[in-house]
């Protein structure tokens, strides 16, 4: 039972790297990524969000508009909660 839940931890650990390691990818596709938004994407630990943002990333037309729209969806989740 306890192999298995760490397997599940590092699958998602995976997962989780593998996705911010995209939005980055795209997003440096639209110039070079200020240090202070690479912190914020890296510091997201919920799949969920990233899995968003990486959408908000893939339709982004500048790292301006990213950034509004990610800060719009975050903020609209921590109001929620």
């Keep these: 039972m306890i192999f298995e ?15 911010k390691e995209n939005i ?6 639209l110039g070079e ?4 938004l690479r912190d914020k994407i890296a510091g997201l630990e919920e ?9 908000i990333a893939a339709s982004a037309h500048s790292l301006y508009a990213f950034e509004e729209e990610a800060e719009k969806y ?6 929620k909660e």
Excluded at 33 to 36: L, S, V
């Design 33 to 36: 990524i200020p240090d202070g």
């Design 47 to 55: 799949l969920e969000d990233l899995k968003v943002l990486h959408k």
């Design 74 to 79: 975050l903020q609209s989740k921590a109001e």
């Design 24 to 29: 980055l990818e795209l997003l440096e596709d």
């Design 5 to 19: 839940e760490m397997l599940r931890e590092e699958k998602l650990e995976g997962r989780l790297e593998a996705t």
